[in-house]
Structure formats: C-alpha cells, structure tokens
C-alpha cells in the first residue's frame, strides 16, 4: 500500500476495499464478508465501551494493616524455666544462691532486651521522622533516637534503680541515649536524603551559612530546609507560574491586596526557600531587616510593538534598545519607591 505523498494522514483499514480471508488453523473458511464485518464492529465497539466504563471505584484498593510495633517480648521469657528468669521464677525451696545467679543472668540479659526495645521504638518512629508535612523535625528540643521502657519483665525493680522514671525526660534512657544523638547531624542528614528524592540540595546555602556563622548556622539550615519540603506540593506545582495580574478580586467581589500577600512568582517562592528567605511576601523591604527579593518577569520588559510600528522604528535596533533601556530604569525605580529605598 502506497501511502507516500498523503501528508498528515494514517492508514487505517478499509475493510469495504479489503479482500479478508478466513482461516481455521490453515484450513481455509468461507464465511460472509458483511457478516464477519458486522461481528467485528461489534466486537471492537465492546471493548471500547468496557474500557470507558472503568472507573475509579472499580478497582480493589486493600486496606492497610495495623503493627503494634511498640510491642517487645524479654527473651528472658523465651528460657527454659529452670533458669528461672521468666515469669514463673524458681521455687521456693531452692538455695538463696541460686536465685541470687538467676537475678544475675536476668540483669546480664536485661542490657540485650533493652537494645531490641529501643530498636522496635526506632522503627515504630520512622514514620515521625520521614514525614514532611507535620514535622517536627525543625525542633531541636526533638531527638532523632527513640527508646522505650522494658515491660513486663518480673522483678526488674530490683535491678534497675528508678525504674520507674528511667524512660522520662532527664531519666536514665534519655542520658544514655542522647550519648549517641547528634541531633544536627542527623537530622541535617536526614532532610539531604528527603530533599534528594526531589533533586534538590542546599549546597551554597550551607556553605555561604558556614561561612557566616560557623557552627551556630546549623539551626538556620534545619529550619530552612524543613520549610521548603513542608511546601514543595505548592512550590512544585506553581514552578512555572508566574504573579497572578489578574488576582484583584475574590469570589465576593472584594478588592484583594497585591502588597503584603504570597501572590507571588513560583521560582520566587522557590528561590526565596533555597536562599533561607523565611518570608517571601511581596512586601516593602524598607520596614524591617528581614531578607527579601524583587522578581521582574523578562516579559514585561518587552518594547510596545503597536507604539514602535506607528513611530516607524520597529526594525531600528538602536531605538530598539534604548526603549528597552529606558523601560528597565523605569521599572527599576518604580520598584525602589515602593519599597522605600533611597
């Protein structure tokens, strides 16, 4: 089939020009065209319809399932009884001396069942620690190591001394936990890796910080990059939205106001998060000592193509430019008006 010269076009079959042949197998089948024609619409017809009638609802999504992760069983409760560490103990009747080895070797198996228990308080509080959205990773206050009480474990109180208050603020878990929490450190290093799945990275920023502050900035990054993946949904979808001109009433009619608002660019928004601009408002910067930007879209520093047609220098790159210098100094100082600079 010759289908050069058909520009814009796809062929399709014709099935009324078409010679169609039937075969069982490689047993030729005569059968009538318009009828096979005719079941084969159908058939096509079906599935379309079938696909289109899919919906969201058709689906079976299976629920989730509940883990108790907090729970943790001793592994004292796992020997034979005769050691007498579990919950039956040793009887009464044995030597005083044996049931001084059995509170020994409980003691000696109580360091490992604490290491398994705060394990399982780690992994319980994953899911605290990669989420963005309600965070509390910016508080410095919050470790990044999780531990929990042994329960359950008979006679412990007379093998730990304030058991207790051993799992409270200040209790004997959180000091010897905190040992090991460098708590800027990892959480630095676990906003890279959550700021790494959306490729971004605040390299410069941390460096010039660093360079400003020292060790003191660490704080200021935290923060900084906790910001901006609490509001990457918006920054990402709004990356290439620009200031909405149009944003001069709400849905009541009622005037709504440019200056002091978000209504910004959304590479502004981005950029002021990646830069540590806590506030990127379209604001005055003259008021107070806080970090702020001007964003001039390149757009509106286009020439008026009508005014330059009536004066016959469209195609005059010397008026050209000096209109669209003129028109860049312009904005320039309308901008510096209003936000109060000299």
Same mark, same amino acid.
């Given at each position: 089939?010759?289908?050069?010269?058909?520009?814009?076009?796809?062929?399709?079959?014709?099935?009324?020009?078409?010679?169609?042949?039937?075969?069982?197998?490689?047993?030729?089948?005569?059968?009538?065209?318009?009828?096979?024609?005719?079941?084969?619409?159908?058939?096509?017809?079906?599935?379309?319809?079938?696909?289109?009638?899919?919906?969201?609802?058709?689906?079976?999504?299976?629920?989730?399932?509940?883990?108790?992760?907090?729970?943790?069983?001793?592994?004292?409760?796992?020997?034979?009884?005769?050691?007498?560490?579990?919950?039956?103990?040793?009887?009464?009747?044995?030597?005083?001396?044996?049931?001084?080895?059995?509170?020994?070797?409980?003691?000696?198996?109580?360091?490992?069942?604490?290491?398994?228990?705060?394990?399982?308080?780690?992994?319980?509080?994953?899911?605290?620690?990669?989420?963005?959205?309600?965070?509390?990773?910016?508080?410095?206050?919050?470790?990044?190591?999780?531990?929990?009480?042994?329960?359950?474990?008979?006679?412990?109180?007379?093998?730990?001394?304030?058991?207790?208050?051993?799992?409270?603020?200040?209790?004997?878990? *959180?000091?010897? !936990?905190?040992?090991?929490? $460098? &708590?800027?450190?990892?959480?630095? =290093? #676990?906003?890279?890796? @959550?700021?790494?799945?959306?490729?971004?990275?605040?390299?410069?920023?941390?460096?010039?910080?660093?360079?400003?502050?020292?060790?003191?900035?660490?704080?200021?990054?935290?923060?900084?990059?906790?910001?901006?993946?609490?509001?990457?949904?918006?920054?990402?979808?709004?990356?290439?939205?620009?200031?909405?001109?149009?944003?001069?009433?709400?849905?009541?009619?009622? *005037?709504?106001? !440019?200056?002091?608002?978000? $209504? &910004?660019?959304?590479?502004?928004? =981005? #950029?002021?998060?990646? @830069?540590?601009?806590?506030?990127?408002?379209?604001?005055?910067?003259?008021?107070?000592?806080?970090?702020?930007?001007?964003?001039?879209?390149?757009?509106?520093?286009?020439?008026?193509?009508?005014?330059?047609?009536?004066?016959?220098?469209?195609?005059?790159?010397?008026?050209?430019?000096?209109?669209?210098?003129?028109?860049?100094?312009?904005?320039?100082?309308?901008?510096?008006?209003?936000?109060?600079?000299?």
């Amino acid at each position: 089939m010759d289908i050069t010269g058909i520009a814009g076009k796809k062929p399709v079959l014709c099935y009324c020009k078409s010679a169609i042949n039937f075969y069982k197998d490689v047993i030729p089948v005569k059968a009538p065209l318009q009828q096979a024609i005719v079941k084969w619409i159908g058939i096509l017809q079906a599935e379309r319809a079938a696909a289109l009638a899919v919906t969201y609802d058709d689906y079976h999504y299976p629920g989730g399932s509940w883990r108790n992760l907090n729970a943790y069983t001793s592994i004292t409760r796992n020997l034979p009884q005769c050691y007498g560490v579990g919950d039956d103990g040793l009887s009464p009747s044995v030597p005083f001396s044996q049931t001084i080895k059995a509170l020994q070797l409980k003691g000696f198996l109580l360091f490992f069942d604490q290491v398994l228990g705060n394990y399982i308080a780690q992994l319980n509080q994953l899911k605290n620690l990669f989420q963005i959205k309600d965070s509390g990773i910016a508080d410095m206050e919050t470790g990044t190591y999780f531990f929990q009480k042994l329960e359950g474990v008979k006679e412990i109180e007379w093998l730990i001394d304030d058991y207790p208050a051993m799992d409270r603020e200040g209790g004997l878990l *959180a000091e010897l !936990v905190g040992q090991y929490d $460098n &708590v800027t450190d990892r959480k630095n =290093r #676990l906003l890279d890796h @959550l700021l790494s799945r959306f490729a971004e990275n605040f390299t410069e920023y941390v460096l010039q910080m660093y360079s400003l502050e020292g060790q003191q900035s660490a704080q200021k990054v935290i923060t900084s990059k906790s910001f901006l993946l609490k509001e990457y949904p918006e920054i990402s979808a709004r990356r290439a939205t620009a200031y909405d001109y149009f944003n001069r009433a709400d849905k009541n009619g009622n *005037a709504v106001t !440019v200056w002091d608002s978000k $209504n &910004v660019a959304g590479m502004e928004h =981005r #950029l002021s998060r990646l @830069l540590g601009i806590e506030n990127y408002n379209r604001r005055s910067l003259s008021e107070n000592s806080e970090e702020g930007m001007f964003l001039i879209e390149h757009i509106l520093l286009r020439p008026d193509i009508h005014l330059l047609q009536e004066q016959g220098s469209l195609l005059n790159p010397k008026i050209l430019f000096r209109f669209a210098t003129e028109l860049i100094v312009t904005i320039a100082k309308q901008m510096l008006t209003l936000s109060g600079l000299p």
